[in-house]
């Protein structure tokens, strides 16, 4: 256990070193802070500090920088999440209410929260296998081009071009439409791909033949929405921080670019709507990212749950960039849960 001073010193570290990237010193806590104390009492705060094993010395100055273990006890401690300034909410706000549909939402929102942390920013899709359709539209482009069109009651739009054997008319593709939509409009998206992959009844063998690949296109936009899905933004953000990551930024980026790393990430560090998690340095080294930290928090579209999070190095603004993931999954949950409604 370190005393309440020890404390105050180990956040003042935190806090120095996340916004000068420099090694912090007894003389420096003492000058410029008011512990009312000499810079050798700082230094018996540092001592002990340093034997809990939360801070160490990067090399033979007399500065001290957190450990993961230093910067975990200082997430756990926090006396309260820094606030985003009324016009970074109502900026939010505005950014991400005037989205079309669900992808746009969180692409939006992956992008202003990047933004917002200088972190990469990732999104989880929520879980659409319990999501109803509610339209399918065959379009064609040419005599033997059909876009396929599915709409689901969650507001995601899918869309797909299929080439065809022959030529087929407007007429035909409404046919088609009508005997496909009386299948799989209003059912789930589990149910509607049950029903797909066995069409025989609803057409000849000669329009089975042709239709096909169109069939198959419905299909596999069925399918998409029981897929798990990533979406990310501001990985460039990591670039600009490569001296926060002492071994090196490639197993980084080379986890990163793995959505099945991510997606197993956001589902370990699972929290409600309500909450937030924080995965620091060697908690996350099975994952490859090791000298990272993860902040994640909860989002519900449609009664479906999902994550919101960003990556980034052990040594950033926890506090801000805490706030920043629950405003911004605050936000998302609302706008989706409005689009739903409305729909």
């Not at 008319?169 to 059912?187: H, K, M, N, T």
């Not at 080379?254 to 099945?260: L, S």
């Not at 930290?293 to 994550?307: E, F, K, M, Q, V």
Request: charged fraction near 25%.
């Amino acid at each position: 256990m370190v005393s309440d001073r020890s404390m105050q010193v180990l956040r003042v570290i935190v806090t120095d070193y996340v916004t000068s990237r420099e090694p912090v010193g007894s003389k420096s806590i003492a000058d410029r802070h008011d512990f009312g104390v000499s810079a050798a009492t700082i230094r018996n705060d540092m001592a002990q500090l340093e034997d809990a094993e939360l801070i160490v010395a990067p090399h033979t100055s007399s500065g001290r920088i957190p450990t993961d273990k230093g910067y975990r006890l200082f997430v756990d401690r926090l006396a309260e999440i820094r606030p985003l300034s009324g016009a970074q909410r109502r900026a939010i706000e505005t950014f991400i209410e005037g989205s079309e549909d669900v992808d746009e939402v969180l692409g939006r929102s992956v992008r202003l929260l990047a933004q917002l942390t200088n972190s990469v920013a990732i999104a989880q899709y929520p879980s659409l296998a319990n999501a109803s359709i509610q339209h399918v539209e065959f379009v064609l482009l040419s005599s033997r081009r059909v876009l396929t069109v599915l709409i689901t009651d969650s507001g995601r739009v899918e869309q797909r071009i299929g080439h065809l054997g022959a030529e087929v008319s407007v007429e035909q593709l409404q046919v088609l439409r009508d005997r496909l939509a009386g299948r799989i409009v209003g059912r789930t998206v589990a149910q509607a791909s049950a029903e797909l992959r066995d069409v025989s009844g609803l057409m000849g063998e000669q329009d089975a033949e042709l239709f096909a690949p169109v069939v198959a296109n419905l299909l596999e936009l069925v399918l998409a929405h029981r897929q798990e899905r990533l979406v990310m933004a501001g990985t460039a953000n990591l670039a600009r921080t490569e001296r926060d990551f002492p071994s090196s930024i490639l197993p980084v980026l080379e986890a990163i670019e793995e959505q099945v790393v991510l997606l197993r990430l956001l589902d370990e560090l699972h929290s409600s709507p309500e909450a937030y998690s924080v995965s620091i340095g060697q908690e996350n080294v099975d994952l490859g990212l090791g000298e990272t930290a993860i902040l994640t928090s909860g989002y519900r579209s449609s009664g479906s749950d999902a994550r919101l999070g960003v990556v980034g190095p052990t040594r950033m603004d926890y506090p801000r960039n805490i706030q920043a993931v629950r405003v911004v999954a605050s936000y998302l949950s609302r706008v989706l849960d409005d689009r739903h409604l409305d729909d």
